[in-house]
């Protein structure tokens, strides 16, 4: 490399040119529908909140997030740790620390605001609203760069990282949202909003200085007080059962933290969104759907991490010598990554079912969701909005879990491409849900892909079932996973998938919905495949 600039920027070109690709033609695809609605005049409706949260609020957002993990460094470390979450293989490049600090602020502040910009300019928005013209790119370039400074910073003890950030961002976004509550001008925001990046790099200076040269702070012997008073929670573990169990206590420590952590940064960003919509229905419930779908989108990115067998593993995601002699099968070692992802799943959701009654009542938004559940119960009876509730929670924590572990058979292969390529197809998948809904909608043809529904539907569980059954022929010959455990998960699966077909069909008692349609839904939603063939891309990655 030329230059230091170069090699940091060509670090993040390489590693995330998929999301990068995937969101350059998003932008692409919102300038081509603006073009063509004002050069033609065409009727698009995006005066409604939900579709407009659709094709741009989930979009923006989620590059938003997608940004905040890639220039923090966030898919690489452990935000619970004390140690700083900027990579160590950085430090010994020969560059100054100066440098270290300020090129990924660079090159993160300037994605941040051609996201803003490159979105205010080529999207559609409702009529009536007036968009402002840059202090929300200044507000995201600066929650970015605090982010980055108080991740790559050394804590004392375990989990402080994750307080500091979340009061520190919180009271700048609170800054800023109470300037626009108040009307204030937009130079005034600007001028509130101007100073936070450099005051953000003078810390991130300071932050990779201390850890370029190894100081991490620790103050866990000043509470060793604590131990007379609570001895149960202070004895060191002797010993564990078996290998298993200790294998899925190395996991959490190594990766199950990630997700909740993230979870709890990103939440209280999101929900102070209810004090701009306590007199709006609509936007209050998009926030929401943004807030229930952050925990499966972030578990999108931790997967990758989660399929890693080491932070210090190579590009390739190789299997590491410690991992590949651990006295644990393939499957025994898929087992602990099932494990560790349904605590990090609940543990995430935890946070978010504790915070969001919280944010209602305080943002006195509760008012507007129990008038709209209200009006739900009418229709279509108590007994079934609470059912569909409980299926849309289950639905959103079971994605989370799934999107945790369904890509191990990719990750574990060791190959990057493959990896990549996933993250890259989620992003294209969820930039383009929404345009691509709103196109079939505006166009009247939503009949022909109701009327296409069971087709497609029955060739992807014909898909599924074909590579199910070659995975577990595969296992069966390779005797990877017992007999005993192969009939087992068959019928494990087998229930969930009657289990939720039952709910389906009493839910959704209609002559609309053909019951056969219903089966497949169930079907294609039970995990299998993917599922089923991690244990063989480890046991092909860890013999190699």
């Known amino acids: 490399m030329r230059s230091p600039a170069a090699a940091v920027a060509w670090e993040f070109r390489q590693r995330h040119r998929w999301g990068l690709i995937a969101l350059m033609v998003y932008l692409l695809v919102l300038a081509t529908i603006k073009l063509v609605v004002v050069a033609r005049g065409l009727p698009i409706n995006l005066d409604s909140p939900e579709s407009f949260a659709f094709v741009v609020m989930v979009p923006i957002t989620a590059t938003f997030t997608y940004f905040l993990a890639v220039f923090t460094f966030g898919l690489d470390g452990d935000l619970a740790a004390r140690q700083s979450m900027y990579p160590a293989r950085l430090f010994t490049r020969p560059v100054t620390t100066a440098a270290l600090a300020g090129l990924p602020m660079l090159y993160g502040t300037a994605a941040m605001m051609i996201l803003w910009l490159a979105t205010r300019?080529?999207?559609?928005?409702?009529?009536?609203?007036?968009?402002?013209?840059?202090?929300?790119?200044?507000?995201?370039?600066?929650?970015?760069a605090w982010t980055q400074a108080l991740t790559w910073m050394p804590y004392p003890l375990p989990g402080l990282r994750i307080i500091v950030t979340v009061l520190w961002l919180g009271t700048i976004d609170a800054l800023a949202l109470l300037a626009v509550h108040f009307n204030a001008r937009e130079s005034l925001v600007l001028v509130i909003l101007a100073p936070q990046v450099p005051l953000a790099y003078l810390a991130a200076h300071f932050a990779v200085a201390r850890a370029r040269r190894g100081d991490v702070p620790d103050w866990r012997g000043a509470f060793t007080w604590l131990a007379q008073i609570a001895p149960v929670l202070s004895r060191r573990r002797e010993h564990f059962p078996s290998p298993a169990s200790a294998q899925a206590w190395f996991e959490?420590?190594?990766?199950?933290?990630?997700?909740?952590?993230?979870?709890?940064?990103?939440?209280?960003?999101?929900?102070?969104?209810?004090?701009?919509?306590?007199?709006?229905?609509?936007?209050?419930?998009?926030?929401?759907?943004?807030?229930?779908?952050?925990?499966?989108?972030?578990?999108?990115?931790?997967?990758?991490?989660?399929?890693?067998?080491?932070?210090?593993?190579?590009?390739?995601?190789?299997?590491?010598?410690?991992?590949?002699?651990?006295?644990?099968?393939?499957?025994?070692?898929?087992?602990?990554?099932?494990?560790?992802?349904?605590?990090?799943?609940?543990?995430?959701?935890?946070?978010?079912?504790?915070?969001?009654?919280?944010?209602?009542?305080?943002?006195?938004?509760?008012?507007?969701?129990?008038?709209?559940?209200?009006?739900?119960?009418?229709?279509?009876?108590?007994?079934?909005?609470?059912?569909?509730?409980?299926?849309?929670?289950?639905?959103?924590?079971?994605?989370?879990?799934?999107?945790?572990?369904?890509?191990?058979?990719?990750?574990?292969?060791?190959?990057?491409?493959?990896?990549?390529?996933?993250?890259?197809?989620?992003?294209?998948?969820?930039?383009?849900?929404?345009?691509?809904?709103?196109?079939?909608?505006?166009?009247?043809?939503?009949?022909?892909l109701w009327s296409a529904l069971p087709l497609i539907f029955a060739i992807l569980v014909s898909a599924k079932m074909i590579a199910a059954a070659w995975i577990v022929v595969r296992l069966y010959h390779s005797r990877l996973v017992s007999d005993r455990t192969l009939v087992t998960s068959a019928g494990l699966w087998s229930v969930a998938v009657l289990a939720l077909y039952g709910v389906l069909v009493w839910l959704l008692d209609t002559p609309h919905i053909p019951l056969y349609l219903l089966m497949l839904v169930a079907i294609l939603a039970i995990p299998l495949a993917r599922l089923s063939a991690a244990p063989l891309a480890l046991a092909w990655n860890r013999h190699r």
Request: proline share 6%; hydrophobic share 60%; with cysteine.
């Open 121 to 144: 300019l080529f999207a559609l928005w409702p009529s009536g609203i007036e968009v402002p013209s840059l202090w929300p790119a200044l507000l995201a370039a600066s929650l970015l």
């Open 252 to 448: 959490w420590r190594r990766h199950g933290r990630s997700l909740p952590a993230w979870i709890a940064i990103l939440l209280p960003f999101e929900l102070i969104l209810l004090w701009a919509a306590s007199d709006a229905t609509a936007l209050a419930f998009s926030i929401l759907l943004v807030v229930l779908l952050t925990p499966p989108f972030m578990a999108t990115f931790a997967a990758a991490a989660v399929s890693k067998s080491s932070p210090n593993a190579s590009e390739f995601y190789g299997v590491t010598p410690f991992i590949a002699t651990r006295p644990l099968t393939s499957a025994e070692l898929i087992a602990a990554k099932l494990k560790m992802a349904i605590w990090s799943t609940l543990a995430s959701w935890l946070l978010v079912l504790v915070a969001i009654p919280i944010a209602l009542k305080l943002s006195g938004t509760s008012a507007l969701v129990l008038e709209r559940w209200r009006r739900v119960s009418e229709v279509v009876g108590t007994p079934r909005a609470l059912v569909l509730l409980l299926l849309i929670l289950a639905g959103c924590i079971a994605s989370t879990w799934k999107q945790l572990v369904q890509s191990l058979y990719i990750g574990l292969t060791g190959r990057a491409s493959l990896i990549k390529g996933t993250v890259f197809l989620a992003l294209v998948f969820l930039f383009f849900i929404g345009p691509v809904a709103e196109w079939i909608i505006e166009t009247g043809r939503l009949g022909e």
